[in-house]
């Protein structure tokens, strides 16, 4: 099974229809499991309070941008952010981090899937 880690930055490009959001969608449409963290999801929705409250978007806009991330996201593996990852970071060097924060996570959680970072299929 092939999966792909759905970090922040696509995850908001994808919400607001910037100029990846296309390949973005690709992607995910293409990944037998999409996964992500739910910080993630906690700082999609901060992010879309923050555009509504600095007038980029409408409350409309961000209603349905919410709406459509709560039902995308009932498909999504979830990673709960736990003490070990939290320290992760720490004990990692900054090349690894990553690495070191998906092996754990997987390795409770999803032992079958193969994941690959959303970033590795944009242009």
């Known amino acids: 099974m092939k999966a792909v880690y ?3 930055s696509s995850l908001l490009a994808w919400l607001f229809s910037e100029s990846n959001a296309k390949a973005i969608a690709r ?4 990944a037998e499991a999409i996964c992500t963290s ?19 978007i409408t409350s409309a806009q961000r209603s349905q941008s919410l709406g459509l991330l709560e039902q995308a996201s009932r498909y999504w593996f979830l990673m709960e952010i736990n003490f070990p990852v939290k320290n992760a970071p720490r004990k990692a060097s900054r090349s690894n981090r990553y690495e070191a924060w ?17 970033w590795n299929f944009l242009p």
């Open 27 to 30: 992607a995910l449409s293409k």
């Open 102 to 118: 998906m092996r754990f996570t997987w390795r409770r959680r999803c032992n079958s899937l193969r994941y690959t970072p959303i």
């Open 38 to 56: 739910t910080l993630t999801l906690l700082e999609a929705k901060r992010s879309l309070i923050r555009q509504e409250s600095l007038k980029r």
């Open 6 to 8: 759905l970090e922040t």
